[in-house]
């Protein structure tokens, strides 16, 4: 049995969902059901893996409010459907940021996502020290998780670590570093969406927000 866990960058794939949503003319994929779409690449990774988990990291844009009222709440809507799937969801947030136009000189406020990239390593890190999976696929095309996985190979020659790189978001550093990589197509993001409305385990409907 090949135990595997899938740790998602949501950042990083919402901007290549909302890219595929942009190339497929208007289909909608933003109301992506994340565990299917991992289930669906376990006979790939193959050696009878199984799926042990999927961890979903991410942080909610509340800055973004006044120029897109409900973009918080969407994305709490769709996080209540990742978890009722199974997909264990851990928030990280953003932090202001005053930083220099190089344009025109002036100090301007800016919102970073903090801490998610750390989350990501340290939650690979804890499942292998206690040998609670067998691959670890990293679904992101960040080059910041590359220093965690190159520490993972020295402490864990037995593991394996996959990419799974979101639509448009191959990276060739990232590739080097593993033997295995899956590259994620628009036509799947399209194929795995939730059912709308999302029935929850309680019976409550949650509707796809109507700008997805």
Excluded at 74 to 101: D, M
Excluded at 108 to 128: F, P, Q
Aim: aromatic share 10%; glycine share 4%; proline share 5%.
């Amino acid at each position: 049995m090949n135990r595997t866990v899938f740790l998602i960058d949501g950042f990083n794939l919402y901007h290549s969902v909302k890219e595929a949503s942009r190339d497929l003319r208007g289909v909608s994929t933003k109301w992506l059901d994340i565990a299917s779409l991992c289930k669906s690449y376990l006979y790939i990774i193959g050696n009878k893996a199984q799926l042990q988990g999927i961890y979903y990291f991410s942080a909610l844009a509340r800055h973004l409010e006044a120029a897109n009222p409900g973009v918080t709440s969407r994305h709490q809507a769709f996080i209540r459907c990742l978890e009722a799937s199974g997909v264990v969801c851990q928030l990280n947030r953003f932090k202001p940021k005053t930083i220099r136009c190089p344009y025109c000189h002036k100090d301007i406020l800016r919102h970073e996502e903090k801490e998610t990239d750390v989350a990501i390593s340290i939650k690979m890190i804890e499942l292998l020290h206690k040998d609670e999976c067998d691959t670890i696929v990293l679904l992101t095309g960040d080059t910041d998780i590359a220093p965690a996985v190159r520490t993972v190979f020295l402490l864990f020659p037995g593991k394996e670590i996959w990419f799974a790189f979101p639509y448009k978001r191959m990276n060739n550093e990232l590739n080097r570093l593993v033997k295995k990589s899956i590259k994620i197509s628009r036509d799947h993001y399209k194929k795995y969406q939730f059912p709308d409305p999302f029935v929850m385990p309680d019976g409550t409907p949650v509707s796809k927000p109507s700008s997805w």
